[in-house]
C-alpha cells in the first residue's frame, strides 16, 4: 500500500505499484490515495478492483499518472452499490474485455468503468485511453480478421447510479488501422442503460488509418436512464472508413440523450456508408441544443436513410451543419438539400446526413 498519513481527518495512502494501487483500492484502510509515480512508469493493474466504499484517486494534472489494464482484465473499476469513486488528473488504459468461444469472440463491457446501481463515479480531467495501435497488433490481427469483436460501452458502461466526469478526454490513436471486419459496436465510448451519465466539456479525439465496422453510436448509447453531454464534442481523421448501423456518433434506443453545444467534427479521404444518420433515435428522446456538425470528405458512397425510425422524438435548437462532397454534383447537392428542407417538419426533425453543402442556422 506504500505509505500513508493522514489529510484532513482521512487516511491517505500513497502507493508506487499496482499491487500497492489494487490493495488500496480494494482494502478499507485508506479513503485519499495520492498517485505520485509519473506518466513514465505505469501502475500496473493485474486484477479488477472493485470499489465498495468512499475512494478518492487524485494524480497530478502536469505529470498524469497512468493505470494500466495490459489488455489482460475485462476494465479496471467496477463501482459497486454503495460505491464513490473520485478520480481526479488520471489516464486510464481500459482492459482487455473477455476472450469467448476458444477467442473466436472478443467482448468488451465497460472497457474501464463499469457503474452498478446504487454506484457512484466522477471524474475530474480524466484521459481514457485505447492502447495505441502497434505495428505488431496490426500483423496479428491480419492474420484473424473475421474475429468477432463486440463492444458495449467501450470505455464506460452505466448500468445504474450516477456517472460524471469534468473536463474528461478520450483518445484513441491506430496508425496502422483495424483490419477486423466483423465489429459491432453498442456505445463505442459510452453506453447508459439505467441511471444517469453526465459528460460536461469533454471530447472524444482519435485517428484510424482505416476501419469498418457496424455502430450504433460509436461514442454514445443510451437505451435507458440519461445522458447529458454539455460543451465539447468529438473530433477525428481517417483514411478510409466503412461505416454501417444506426448513429454513426450517438444513437438513442431508449431513456434521454441531451446534446448541449456539442461539436461532432471528422475529416476523411474516402468514405463508405449506409444506415440511419449521425445521429439516431429508435426510442426515447434525443434534444440537440447549439449543435455543429462538420465533415469533410473526398470520396465516397453513401445511402441516405431518415435519420430515426419512425418513432422519432427529436428537438434540434440553433443547429449548423456543415457537410462537403467533392464528387457529387451541383444538381444532386441541390436535390439533396431540398430534401433535407422538406423532411423538417416542427420538432420531428430529421436531417438528411447525405453529403451536400448545407448551412441550416434554424431547423
Known sequence: MGTTSTLLGLKTCFPKT????????????????????????DYKIREVMNVTAHKVLVGNPIDIPKLNATNKIERLFNVMPGGRLDVRAV?????GGRSLNGGQTKMTVGGAIKVYPGGSFRGTGVIFREARG???????????????????????????????CFGCHIVRFNPYGSPDV???????????????????????????????GINVGSNAAVLGGTLSWIGGGGSGATTAVGQFGAGQTNFVGGGVLVLVGFADISILLAICRAGFGQHAVGGGVLMLIGHLEVRLCIFGLVALFPTSLPRLNMLCLPCTLYSLMHLHTPFLRTALGLWAASRTRGRHTVLAEGFFRCTEERL
Open 18 to 41: 499496482g499491487a500497492e494501487l489494487e490493495q488500496a483500492v480494494v482494502g478499507a484502510e485508506c479513503t485519499v490515495i495520492v498517485l505520485t509515480n509519473g506518466y513514465t512508469v
Open 91 to 95: 489516464c486510464l488504459y481500459k482492459g
Open 134 to 164: 502497434t505495428l505488431e497488433a496490426f500483423l496479428n490481427e491480419l492474420r484473424s480478421p473475421a474475429v468477432a469483436k463486440r463492444t458495449f460501452g467501450g470505455m464506460v458502461f452505466v448500468a445504474g447510479g450516477h456517472f460524471v
Open 182 to 212: 466483423n465489429q459491432v459496436q453498442v456505445g463505442g465510448n459510452f453506453l447508459v442503460v439505467l441511471g444517469a451519465c453526465s459528460c460536461i466539456g469533454c471530447y472524444n479525439v482519435g485517428f484510424n488509418l482505416f476501419s469498418a
